[in-house]
């Protein structure tokens, strides 16, 4: 089993930048894919970024393409993702999640979930 928890929410400017942390319990981290979602206020929790266990696959959404970066630290048990060029429309409680399933887009692939942080991005 692995327990995740998120850090590095915010309020941020547009055009701003953050950078999401999020630290994984467990000796098998780098035995699992990793990803993070977004939710934002009355719309379905959608896919941000995913990374396979190694580090060597990554994928991202087009919303979000060119601007954030997911990495990960096996030796840390940690997965990022860094923000940069925030928008007002990036604005939602960020999730990260984790399968050993394999590196895919779709919440119904991920078995272990944080329990969120809030980012907002002001116009």
């Known amino acids: 089993q692995v327990q995740l928890v998120e850090s590095g929410g915010g309020l941020v400017q547009a055009g701003g930048s953050l950078r999401l942390s999020c630290a994984a319990s467990g000796r098998t981290f780098s035995t699992y894919h990793m990803g993070w979602f977004r939710q934002a206020p009355g719309k379905e929790r959608e896919f941000v970024a995913a990374?396979?266990?190694?580090?060597?696959?990554?994928y991202s959404a087009n919303a979000v393409k060119g601007r954030f970066t997911i990495s990960r630290d096996n030796a840390k048990n940690t997965v990022y993702l860094q923000m940069n060029s925030l928008k007002p429309e990036d604005t939602a409680v960020y999730y990260c999640a984790a399968t050993r399933t394999l590196t895919t887009m779709y919440t119904r692939d991920y078995d272990y979930w944080g329990q969120g942080t809030q980012v907002t991005v002001s116009s």
């Open positions: 990374i396979s266990w190694r580090g060597s696959n990554t």
